[in-house]
């Protein structure tokens, strides 16, 4: 038998052959022959550990980025410096390849930047406080949200495409401690804080010295804040974390319930003024307890979308630690008001069915429920 025809076998069904029982056996090939495959597999005794009960969302995703350390974490495009010959002017330009961060060194950036902001000897921020977030979905972004949620923060990630207009007043509403931003959002994040005397702290994120717009941004907000009087620091990221290096690990903060504050997300406006909806820690770690609806584990993502939307960061949080939405609703919403509903033509209704059923979630009455029964009793005109 040629290579080609090994080959060939491996990547077709046989002749009559189910295509389920196909797909089995070539499972079984890659988990023997590739590496990656076999180190995707998840692991049963960290999906234990995680679905432990009473375990905030920081714990659960702190134990899928120990349990997972050295796999790698999120990617994104990597960049490369260009100086104009003409200008002199250094600019980055995208490179069609990616950059990849492990869970080990996800998780300590984490833990660095935590420490950084809770032992700092003029500003430290303690449980409750506000931090605002302007700029579009990165690495990161991710890490300042992950620290949030780590010391018991309230996030309120703002849209970065929204014009001073519409920033400043929220701004002004939630008094935010910190205000992180994008480096490529700089200046319309300052002259959005220049009216309030709460920001302590802007932090700068997917920042690059090297490139003369960005560092022309930092210091023209340095002398804005100085000469507006306002007391804030600005300091990139990538300098917070190697302080809090050297600093003594904070641990995760557990204080309070499960209905504390963790964050309000604004919506756009468009029909009126953003409004803020609420969101408790007991809902976040929702999220995190339901099961493989989103994500099969290794898979790969595209996340294209901001992270001012509440679809992408609970996206974010399934691909980290692959455990989401059913679990979720189940809890957030009464059995009786769960519907029935397709991807088709991408998903069919069988396929949906199976999710369901495969989840563990419900019982077969609860499903049969779900797929039909809840939506004749809520829309009566189905009956008909």
């Given amino acids: 038998m040629t290579g080609d025809a090994r080959h060939e076998n491996r990547t ?82 995208l490179l069609p390849r990616f950059e990849t961060i492990t869970y080990r060194d996800l998780w300590d950036n984490v833990r660095a930047a935590a420490a950084a902001w809770r032992h700092d000897p003029e500003h430290p921020v303690a449980a409750g406080d506000f931090v605002a977030t302007v700029g ?12 949030c949620g780590y010391l018991g923060l309230v996030a309120v990630p703002l849209q970065h495409n929204a014009p001073v207009s519409r920033l400043q007043p929220i701004i002004d509403e939630v008094e935010p401690r910190v205000l992180a931003v994008s480096a490529a959002y700089l200046d319309m994040a ?6 309030t005397q709460s920001v302590r702290r802007i932090v700068v994120f997917d920042y690059l010295p090297e490139v003369d717009d960005q560092r022309e941004s930092l210091d023209r907000a340095r002398a804005q804040l100085k000469n507006a009087g306002l007391p804030a620091i600005v300091e990139t990221l990538e300098d917070v974390i190697a302080r809090g290096r050297s600093l003594p690990a904070e641990p995760i903060c557990t204080d309070g319930d499960d209905q504390r504050l963790a964050m309000i997300m604004y919506t756009s406006g468009s029909t009126g003024l953003p409004k803020g909806a609420v969101f408790d820690h007991d809902a976040l770690a929702a999220v995190a307890d339901g099961t493989d609806v989103l994500s099969e584990p290794g898979d790969r993502r595209l996340s294209p979308l901001p992270f001012a939307h509440v679809g992408s ?11 989401v939405t059913i679990g979720a609703l189940a809890r957030l919403v009464p059995i009786s008001q769960i519907v ?45």
């Fill in 340 to 384: 029935f509903g397709t991807d088709f033509p991408y998903r069919t209704g069988i396929d949906h069915v199976k999710g369901l059923r495969s989840s563990g979630i419900f019982t077969e009455a609860q499903i049969m429920d779900i797929e039909r029964g809840n939506a004749l009793k809520l829309l009566p005109r189905l009956n008909a």
């Fill in 12 to 93: 077709s069904p046989a002749p009559g052959g189910s295509l389920e029982k196909h797909v089995a056996q070539r499972l079984v090939h890659l988990c023997a022959d590739d590496e990656q495959i076999r180190a995707a597999i998840p692991k049963p005794d960290v999906v234990a550990a995680a679905r432990r009960p009473g375990l905030r969302l920081p714990q659960v995703l702190q134990t899928y980025a120990e349990g997972y350390a050295d796999l790698p974490a999120l990617g994104w495009r990597a960049r490369t410096l260009t100086t104009d010959p003409t200008t002199g002017r250094t600019t980055s330009r």
């Fill in 136 to 147: 579009f979905a990165s690495p990161d972004y991710l890490t300042i949200d992950l620290v």
């Fill in 313 to 323: 960061m609970t996206r974010t949080w399934d691909e980290i630690a692959n455990a």
């Fill in 190 to 195: 300052v002259e959005s804080a220049l009216g």
